[in-house]
């Protein structure tokens, strides 16, 4: 069972940046980023696996990177030209498969969530 915390959510204006972060209890194969807007579905942000592999939801696409430190207890999200779509309770997910996707089906452990507000 891997626990994951997450920190950095916060406000900022549109434009702005805030990275995210996630703490896991243990080692996993392949972790990612969710989001969730009041009254939407959970949607993928970004995936990265444990041989390096990164994927990214369009909306995101050279604005966010995915990232984790060196001895994998860390995932990160950099997170720039923030925009008001933004708006989200930001989630880190976890998973035991080398190549998942970004459904959230596809992860069996989940963080209680970060806040981020873009205004």
């Known amino acids: 069972h891997v626990q994951l915390v997450e920190s950095g959510g916060g406000s900022v204006q549109a434009g702005g940046s805030l990275t995210l972060s996630c703490k896991a209890s243990?080692?996993?194969?392949?972790w990612a980023w969710f989001r969730q807007a009041p009254g939407q579905e959970r949607e993928g942000v970004a995936l990265r696996t444990k041989h390096g592999i990164t994927t990214y939801a369009d909306s995101v696409k050279g604005r966010f990177t995915i990232s984790e430190d060196n001895m994998g207890d860390f995932l990160y999200l950099q997170m720039n030209s923030l925009e008001p779509e933004d708006t989200a309770m930001y989630y880190c997910?976890?998973?035991?498969?080398?190549?998942?996707?970004?459904?959230?089906?596809?992860?069996?452990?989940w963080g209680h969530g970060t806040q981020v507000t873009v205004s």
């Open positions: 997910a976890a998973t035991y498969n080398y190549f998942p996707s970004l459904r959230p089906t596809d992860y069996d452990f």
């Open positions: 243990s080692g996993t194969n392949s």
